[in-house]
C-alpha cells in the first residue's frame, strides 16, 4: 500500500522542477500492446486530471510524461520508459500551459462566484483545456447580465485581490460556506477570493487576481435547461484579441469602411446583394423568354442543347418552349459547367427536360433514361432527370422514337 503521493503543487502553483523519489514503477500494455510504465513518486509538481481541468505535461528525467491520473490520493505518471525504484527522479512541467490553466481556472472562479453572488446560479459544469473553456450554469442570462458579470469579474481583477488555497479543519469546514459541484470526500480545499468567492477546489491558481488578465465571455448559449459560457483569460483573451482584431482590419480594407463601421458596410453590401439578385431574376427571365421566342413552332419532336441555361432555370425554361410548340420537346443542358466542354460531341452527362402539351411524356422519359444510363420521372406534361450520352445519340433517339 502506497502512501499519499505530496503535491507540491497545492504548496507552490508555480513550481515547475523538482525531485522526488520514484515509489514504484509499474510496466502495463496500452490498447496497441506498447508497454508503458507507471510510477508513483513521493512527491510530484504534475496536477493529475481533476475538476473539469485537463493535467499539466511535461517530462521526467528527460521521458515526455503521456498521461497523469489520481487515484485514492496517488498521482500515477505514464511514461514510455522505465525508472528505478529508489531512485530520484527530476521532473519539470511545461510550465506555460500550467500558467495559461492557472490564469483560466482563477478567472472561472471570480466569474462563478460573482454569478452566484448577483444571480444565484450554480457553476454545474466546467471544462478546462489547452483550447477551450466552458463553465454551465443552472440559470439564463440576458445580454445585460453576461455584460454586467464581465464588467463585476474584471473589477476584481483589477483590485488585485490574494488567492487563498488552504485545507480547514472538519469544524472551520462545517462553519464555512462554500461552492462544491459535488459531495466531496476526504481532505477539503477551499480556494478563497475574499468578498468575492470561496469554493473546493483542488486545482493549481494564481496567487493574486491581478495575474488573470482579462476576463472575457466569449459567447453563452442555452444548454440543457441552462447556460453554457465560452471565457477566456488572460494571454488566452489576448490572442483571441489579436486574431479577431486581424480580421477585423482585412474586412475593414476590402471593404474600405472604418474598424467601428464595418458592420453597417458588410449590411449595405448585403442588401445592394439582394437587390442585384432581384434584377437578374428579371433579367434571366427576360432571357428565357427571348430565347424561346427564337424556337420554330411546329409539331415534330425537338430536342435543344443550352449551355447557358442554369439548373434551376430549366423548369421555367421548359414551360415556356411548351408553350411554343405542339410537340414534344427535350432540352439538355450539360451537367458539368466547365466551359471547355461546352460545345462537344463526346459523350456527358446532361439533366434533362422532357415535355409535351399533349402527349404523355412518362414513357418516352423511361425509355430514355433505360437507353442513356439515366434516372428521372415527373408528371405526365413534364418529366425531369439526367442522363449520360453524345448529342447525336441523344437527338436521333428523340427523332426516331415511335410515338
Ligand atoms: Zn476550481
Known amino acids: 500500500m502506497s502512501t499519499n503521493t505530496i503535491k507540491l503543487y497545492d504548496e507552490d502553483s508555480y513550481l515547475s522542477d523538482f525531485s522526488a523519489t520514484v515509489i514504484s514503477c509499474t510496466s502495463k500494455q496500452n490498447d496497441c500492446q506498447e508497454t508503458l510504465y507507471e510510477v508513483i513518486l513521493s512527491a510530484t509538481a504534475f496536477f493529475p486530471e481533476g475538476g473539469g481541468q485537463a493535467s499539466d505535461t511535461g517530462t521526467i528525467n528527460g521521458i515526455p510524461v503521456i498521461e497523469r491520473q489520481e487515484k485514492n490520493e ?30 483560466q481556472h482563477t478567472g472561472e472562479h471570480i466569474l462563478s462566484g460573482l454569478v452566484y453572488k448577483s444571480l444565484g446560479y450554480h457553476n ?18 440576458t445580454e445585460e447580465d453576461i455584460r454586467r458579470m464581465e464588467e463585476l469579474a474584471n473589477d476584481t481583477v483589477f483590485q488585485n485581490i490574494p488567492v ?16 462544491s459541484k459535488k459531495e466531496l470526500s476526504g481532505a477539503i480545499r477551499i480556494v478563497t477570493i475574499n468578498g468575492v468567492d470561496t469554493c473546493a477546489c483542488c486545482a493549481p491558481h494564481v496567487k493574486s487576481t491581478g495575474e488573470v488578465g482579462l476576463i472575457k465571455v466569449t459567447s453563452y448559449q442555452n444548454y440543457k435547461g441552462g447556460t453554457r459560457l465560452e471565457l477566456q483569460c488572460g494571454k488566452r483573451a489576448l490572442t483571441d484579441y489579436n486574431k479577431k482584431e486581424k480580421n477585423i482590419q482585412n474586412i475593414s480594407v476590402i471593404l474600405s469602411a472604418k474598424i467601428y463601421e464595418t458592420d453597417e458596410a458588410v449590411k449595405r453590401l448585403k442588401d445592394e446583394k439582394l437587390s442585384l439578385e432581384a434584377k437578374l431574376t428579371t433579367i434571366s427571365v427576360k432571357l428565357l423568354s427571348y430565347k424561346a421566342d427564337s424556337i420554330p413552332s411546329g409539331e415534330e419532336p425537338y430536342t435543344l442543347f443550352d449551355y447557358e441555361i442554369q439548373d434551376n432555370q430549366l423548369r421555367n425554361y421548359a414551360n415556356l418552349v411548351k408553350e411554343r410548340r405542339n410537340g414534344i420537346v427535350g432540352i439538355f443542358i450539360p451537367s458539368a459547367k466547365d466551359s471547355s466542354i461546352l460545345e462537344t460531341d463526346e459523350t456527358l452527362e446532361y439533366r434533362y427536360v422532357l415535355c409535351a402539351k399533349a402527349v404523355d411524356v412518362r414513357p418516352i422519359g423511361a425509355e430514355l433514361n433505360r437507353s442513356f444510363l439515366g434516372r428521372g420521372g415527373g408528371s405526365r406534361e413534364m418529366i425531369q432527370g439526367s442522363i449520360t450520352g453524345d448529342r447525336k445519340a441523344i437527338a436521333d433517339f428523340l427523332k426516331n422514337y415511335n410515338y
Do not use: C, W
Open 74 to 103: 496517488i498521482i500515477y505518471h505514464t511514461l514510455t520508459s522505465p525508472l528505478t525504484e529508489g531512485e530520484v527522479i527530476s521532473g519539470s512541467i511545461n510550465n506555460t500551459r500550467r500558467f495559461d490553466f492557472m490564469q
Open 124 to 141: 454545474v459544469g466546467f471544462k478546462l483545456g489547452a483550447d477551450t473553456v466552458t463553465v454551465d450554469f443552472n440559470g439564463t442570462f
Open 164 to 179: 487563498i488555497a488552504v485545507y480547514p479543519d472538519k469544524e472551520t469546514l462545517n462553519a464555512l460556506n462554500y461552492r
